[in-house]
């Protein structure tokens, strides 16, 4: 539901001249809703307004550690939090999907007292055994949303292994039938899951992944996603960007509050005119977008758009327009100049790449490349203020000299603290917050 | 600090300088009136295309790159090239001027402004803001306006007058601010520009020059062809200024005085246009291509020709900004006196563009 009090803004940050012959135009679009954040209580009414899954991994490997003992305490506490009316339902996962609450083939139904503690109880009996195949969770999420009637749905997906009993193409394509449909947040627990993989099952539904290292850390952070899946009122706000004959957009991306590829999850909307689907939105809430365009040169002293963007509202309104606008200059000074959100955020997107890479090398064991990547990211946060980003990257290199980037690799470091540094290396600070 | 009764709804429309809080004269204010500050205005004072009562519509035009359709925004839905710029233009009278960024460079440093005396005689003023200087349009723009400002609605005896419209520009040029260019690092240097001015009597042309901006007497020959005479030599060694407007500046002038007869035309100009056509034969070739043998005395076209010789310097390349004024020679009859307190009731040239005239009180006050 779009309030119709809420307003979208789109702002346009961008290098404006480019030197004679290059065509590459960088531009960050700062999207913002208007309006106070809430807990979306008030905002958002109606009986099933939302709808959401909550996809627990029962998997054998959830007996260690007192994992399924946690996760069960957990998706107790998130039933607990959902508003009064939102939808829910609740799946466990192991090589295939068991739809636990409501069950199958029942309507489902909404959060009312004694819905709560039905969902409850039939989540206390929940042992771990099995397999892992986290599409065909999502194939279920899916098909149940696909009979529910809401604004908005999202899915909140924990798992503590690696999808091993299903093929990463079968991952994809049920990833693929989600996409647009609905949002999961997506928490690993322990170490023997695969940050990469659940990765990119949250960048492609725009979600988040977190590493619970601690199994007793679980309620707090299911009760804190949830709560934050009630504020996102606003659904499937799309960005929609026009890009001139022979141009070629080479990325969308999100920028802030995270990094996350969109380039390849463009819809066509025209011959030259691409969707992107941005999620939903929280009243006051604003992320910064990183869009990248290669467009012909024009002579000297012409002007030409790269691009323009406007965004798209779930009722199909289009708003807040703009052209991003390039002069073609022989000024070298002029040319030069990197606009100080783009210097902000392609800086940020070189840091999660160096420590990205840096952790692959490492698990592949070239130290070599690893120290030198490493060393980059430590340079890149020191020269950032990435404080916390230098503090987790001390965890895995002891670092010498941030300033220079001299770092030695920690023989003894662990893989929860390299999967910890891995999942934050996206998290991004928005221009001027730092 | 006592201040006095302000009205709230000013208060609320004045920015506050920001060095020290106080609020600003006016918004387009160029200094703090409490600590000197040189204050950029949030809108520098510019003739706004409304004030030229020309149309500015670009609907129906296709683009020149690849002939698709110029969208809302200025530029083609299909490829994106930027549909061609129009230059700023502004008449008065018979009397017109235009300026134009030109093909190269990234914005407009050039202004032009149009005056007429109590006499009714245009007058024309053109500056080029020098490149390797801060805010240099705002140079230009504030010398324009305060040249202008001097001579508008006053009797003219001559070169005193000419040296009080310098010395008002010298001094607007020398208030531009000095920071806050986004496209020059702060290294101590001032805004520049230069200047030239040209009044057209009834019987003679006059004009004074500072920089390398020229004024021209244009005459048509019998056999319908013009000829061009530069009435003010250029400041200039090579592509160096040796004289500009500025707080830097060693602002030196040079002042001409020539007979002319109704039927010639004077014309101002920056290098944008004469540096395409440099001596006077050649300027004269041009302007006959353009002005023809249209008999000028009767009605100038002045902004279509102003126009025109955009135009032509932009398809010479346009590699400067590219500005210039042309008003003609008119019979003592054909113009009213303007701006007497004995002739209030008349509907003249001078009260016509008071609008005009807005920015240019604002100056001479910010100069006090």
Not at chain 2, 173 to 183: M, T, V
Not at chain 2, 191 to 209: M, N, R
């Amino acid at each position: 539901m779009t309030d119709s009090q809420t307003t979208f803004t789109a702002e346009t940050f961008l290098n404006e001249y480019l030197a004679a012959g290059t065509g590459a135009v960088d531009a960050v679009v700062t999207v913002t809703a208007s309006g106070e954040p809430t807990d979306g209580a008030a905002t958002i009414s109606g009986g099933d307004a939302r709808a959401e899954a909550i996809i627990i991994d029962c998997s054998g490997s959830m007996y260690a550690d007192r994992r399924m003992a946690m996760a069960k305490e957990a998706a107790a506490a998130a039933v607990d939090c959902l508003d009064e009316g939102t939808a829910f339902t609740v799946i466990a996962g192991n090589h295939e999907a068991h739809q636990i609450y409501p069950q199958p083939g029942e309507p489902i139904p909404t959060a009312s007292a004694s819905t709560r503690s039905a969902a409850k109880a039939a989540i206390s009996p929940l042992e771990a055994d099995g397999g892992t195949a986290i599409g065909t969770w999502l194939d279920r999420a899916r098909f149940i949303f696909e009979h529910t009637d809401a604004q908005t749905y999202h899915a909140i997906l924990l798992t503590d292994g690696k999808n091993e009993h299903q093929q990463p193409s079968e991952l994809a394509r049920a990833v693929e039938a989600c996409k647009g449909l609905f949002r999961c947040d997506c928490r690993g627990v322990g170490t023997d899951w695969v940050v990469n993989e659940l990765r990119g099952i949250a960048d492609a539904l725009l979600g988040t992944v977190g590493l619970v290292a601690k199994p007793a850390g679980l309620e707090a952070d299911f009760r804190s996603i949830i709560e934050a899946t009630q504020a996102t009122t606003l659904p499937q706000v799309k960005l929609r960007l026009w890009a001139p004959k022979g141009a070629e957009v080479e990325a969308v991306r999100e920028a802030a509050p995270q990094v996350r590829d969109l380039t390849g999850s463009g819809v066509p909307f025209d011959e030259r005119t691409t969707d992107y689907l941005l999620g939903d939105w929280a009243p006051g809430e604003t992320r910064d977008y990183h869009v990248r365009i290669q467009r012909p040169p024009l002579e000297v002293g012409r002007k030409g758009a790269a691009g323009r963007v406007k965004l798209v509202l779930a009722n199909g309104e289009e708003t807040s327009e703009s052209t991003l606008e390039v002069t073609w200059t022989d000024d070298h000074e002029l040319s030069t100049r990197i606009e100080a959100h783009v210097a902000h955020y392609t800086g940020q997107e070189e840091l999660a790449e160096a420590i990205q890479e840096g952790l692959k090398a490492l698990d592949e064991g070239d130290s070599g490349s690893a120290t030198m990547k490493l060393g980059r990211a430590a340079k890149l946060a020191k020269e950032s203020g990435h404080n916390d980003t230098l503090r987790l990257l001390g965890q895995v290199v002891d670092i010498d000299d941030a300033e220079s980037g001299t770092v030695r690799l920690k023989p003894d470091a662990g893989k929860a603290e390299k999967m910890d540094l891995d999942v934050r290396s996206v998290r991004t600070q928005r221009f001027g917050k730092s | 600090m006592t201040a006095p009764a302000t009205d709230p709804a000013d208060v609320a429309m004045t920015p506050a300088c920001p060095q020290c809080g106080e609020p600003l004269s006016s918004s387009q204010a160029r200094f703090c009136e409490a600590c000197g500050m040189a204050v950029v205005p949030e809108t520098p004072p510019e003739k706004t295309p409304e004030a030229t009562g020309r149309a500015r519509d670009r609907t129906g035009k296709s683009c020149e790159e690849c002939d698709g359709e110029i969208g809302d925004d200025g530029y083609c839905n299909t490829c994106g090239t930027a549909a061609p710029e129009l230059a700023d233009l502004e008449e008065r009278g018979d009397a017109a001027a235009a300026t134009h960024r030109g093909r190269r460079r990234a914005r407009n440093q050039d202004a032009t402004a149009l005056a007429t005396t109590a006499e009714g005689w245009p007058v024309l003023v053109v500056a080029d803001g020098v490149s390797r200087s801060p805010n240099p349009d705002l140079a230009a723009r504030y010398a324009c306006d305060a040249a202008a400002g001097v001579l508008d609605g006053q009797p003219f005896t001559g070169e005193t007058d000419l040296a009080g419209a310098v010395i008002a520009a010298q001094q607007a040029a020398s208030d531009a601010p000095s920071h806050g260019d986004p496209s020059w690092t702060d290294d101590g240097s001032h805004p520049a520009c230069t200047l030239v001015i040209a009044i057209a009597t009834e019987d003679a042309v006059h004009a004074v020059s500072v920089g390398d901006s020229r004024a021209y007497l244009l005459c048509r020959e019998p056999a319908g062809e013009w000829t061009a005479t530069s009435l003010t030599s250029d400041h200039s060694a090579g592509h160096a200024l040796t004289s500009w407007l500025g707080a830097d500046g060693p602002a030196e002038a040079d002042f001409a005085r020539q007979p002319a007869a109704v039927g010639d035309v004077i014309l101002a100009c920056s290098d944008g246009l004469w540096n395409y056509a440099p001596d006077d034969a050649a300027f004269g070739q041009l302007v006959s291509g353009i002005l023809g043998d249209a008999d000028l005395n009767v009605h100038v076209r002045a902004a279509e020709a102003c126009e025109q010789l955009v135009d032509w310097a932009i398809e010479q390349g346009g590699a400067d900004n590219v500005s210039v004024g042309i008003a003609p020679l008119a019979p003592v009859a054909a113009v009213a006196p303007v701006g007497s307190a004995s002739d209030p009731g008349e509907p003249d040239a001078g009260i016509r563009n008071h609008e005009d005239d807005e920015a240019d009180e604002d100056l001479k006050e910010g100069d006090q």
